[in-house]
T-cell receptor
Framework: DGGITQSPKYLFRKEGQNVTLSCEQN?????MYWYRQDPGQGLRLIYY???????QKGDIAEGYSVSREKKESFPLTVTSAQKNPTAFYLC???????????FGPGTRLTVL | DQQVKQNSPSLSVQEGRISILNCDYT??????FLWYKKYPAEGPTFLIS?????DKNEDGRFTVFLNKSAKHLSLHIVPSQPGDSAVYFC????????????FGTGTRLQVTL
């Protein structure tokens, strides 16, 4: 049963703490992405990775970091430098960069 | 610079009628367009796509029309059903490149009884 998993569904953290969001895919896709969605807004790209051991900043990378050590995994760390971390975070993957992206179920992060 | 625009943030349609969601783009290099559907607190799901070599693509109740000269695409849902109530995003890209998808800001569709 192929797909993209994100865990956990809901995450709460205290202000000033770093937190890592998990994203795993078993679709054998090369490209992976992290987006953020805020209420009433579209999808904003945080980071993306075309291939293992490579990643690029998206439109709103400040305060975030990623790694891509395995093809299946693309974890996102929300650091204490991110000024407004409370949001709905979506992970996606695609065969290649210009191909259809498939999304995970999302993680809602709330920073208290 | 918003290269993909969905100028209607919301749309309300009666059940059984046609829903028409619109999307405009400015980048003439885009040649592949997609529509995604998103329910609250869930990830978007791919709905339908169209290549620039076509002007229409149909999948069941969903049809996407592309007008390249106007740089405009639309998604038609006929007949609309209550389960279609969601946010719809259009996206665009240039195939064969390392270009990533560019998303619009979404249109919230409400199908009423």
């Amino acid at each position: 049963d192929g797909g993209i998993t994100q865990s956990p569904k809901y995450l709460f953290r205290k202000e000033g703490q770093n937190v890592t969001l998990s994203c795993e895919q078993n679709l054998n896709h090369d490209a992976m992405y992290w987006y953020r969605q805020d209420p009433g807004q579209g999808l904003r790209l945080i980071y993306y990775s075309q291939i293992v051991n490579d990643f690029q900043k998206g439109d709103i990378a400040e305060g975030y970091s990623v790694s891509r050590e395995k093809k299946e995994s693309f974890p996102l760390t929300v650091t204490s430098a991110q000024k407004n971390p409370t949001a709905f975070y979506l992970c996606a993957s695609s065969i290649g960069m210009a191909d259809t992206q498939y999304f995970g179920p999302g993680t809602r992060l709330t920073v208290l | 610079d918003q290269q993909v625009k969905q100028n209607s943030p919301s749309l309300s349609v009666q059940e059984g009628r046609i829903s028409i969601l619109n999307c405009d783009y400015t980048n003439s290099m885009f040649d592949y367009f997609l529509w995604y559907k998103k329910y609250p607190a869930e990830g978007p799901t791919f709905l339908i796509s169209i290549s620039s070599i076509k002007d229409k693509n149909e999948d069941g109740r969903f049809t996407v029309f592309l007008n390249k000269s106007a740089k405009h695409l639309s998604l038609h849902i006929v007949p609309s059903q209550p389960g279609d109530s969601a946010v719809y995003f259009c996206a665009a890209t240039k195939t064969g490149t390392a270009s990533k998808l560019t998303f619009g800001t979404g249109t919230r569709l409400q199908v009423t009884l």
